[in-house]
């Protein structure tokens, strides 16, 4: 879909393009406005500090996919593909 555009380059406002452009923006921004569904509290406790317990199941379960990625980021076939980057 190719926009006319005017001699001074803005887009030409009488095309049929530029109308259903503006409908789809005026659509958008009518559904950013509306309020959504309410988000999901997260169940993650914390510390005082901000920082993920790790002594709760969920922040064990975190601490091991750290760990997880951690030892593939070091293994002998991701150092061979960092070689040939």
Do not use: H, W
Not at 5 to 22: I, N, P, Q, S
Not at 43 to 54: A, F, P
Not at 61 to 75: E, N
Request: charged share 40%; with cysteine; net charge positive.
């Amino acid at each position: 879909m190719a926009v006319k555009t005017t001699a001074a380059g803005k887009m030409d406002k009488r095309t049929k393009e530029y109308k259903e452009l503006k409908q789809r923006l005026v659509k958008a921004r009518a559904a950013k406005a509306k309020p959504s569904a309410p988000k999901k509290q997260s169940t993650l406790k914390k510390t005082k500090s901000g920082k993920v317990d790790k002594r709760t199941k969920e922040g064990k379960a975190i601490c091991a996919r750290m760990a997880k990625a951690r030892k593939a980021q070091g293994s002998l076939l991701n150092r061979i593909k960092r070689l040939f980057r």
